[in-house]
């Protein structure tokens, strides 16, 4: 995508949005689903594990959602790109935009989003995915056993 103003239109308010409040709810949301994960395993019934293991995949997709937000927050949310670059030192020239992975890049040399972002992003995914999968399969387990 070339030159983009991120708060246009109906997608580009929400993605704002989102960005705007992720700094602040992603961290909530993980402290959230910690102290749901230690009551679980405090108070584990016999088949507990399925349930841990969500609430583990919650965490991730929060990480996750930390991250994206932070790297869309690198972007240009709220004004135009080309001012946004101009704003941070570099060329208006050759202004790109990407959701995933998150960049944004204002000319050759010009990448705003940290470069923690998109590995952060990746193993937070990795790992809901992952713990999802696994709740399936202890789910299962715990029903062929009864």
């Known amino acids: 995508m070339t ?16 960005a705007l409040l992720g700094p602040v709810l992603a961290p909530a949301l993980l402290l959230l689903c910690a ?6 395993r405090r108070d584990r019934p ?3 594990d ?6 583990l995949s919650l965490m991730g997709l929060c990480v996750a959602y930390g991250a994206f937000s932070t790297g869309l927050m690198s972007g240009p ?3 135009s790109a080309r001012e946004y670059c101009g704003a ?20 050759p040399d010009g990448e705003l989003v940290p470069s923690w972002v998109n ?11 992952a713990a999802l999968g696994a709740a399936a399969v202890a789910a299962y387990r715990s029903r062929r056993n009864r």
């Open 77 to 79: 949310t709220w004004m």
């Open 3 to 18: 030159e983009t103003a991120s708060g246009s239109g109906d997608a580009g308010t929400v993605l704002a949005g989102l």
């Open 50 to 55: 399925a349930g841990l293991l969500v609430r």
């Open 46 to 48: 016999p088949h507990g």
């Open 35 to 40: 102290v749901g994960m230690v009551r679980a």
């Open 119 to 129: 590995p952060v992003l990746v193993g937070g995914l990795v790992l809901a995915l």
């Open 88 to 107: 941070r030192g570099f060329p208006a020239v050759g202004i790109s935009t990407r959701m995933f992975p998150v960049s944004v890049r204002c000319g």
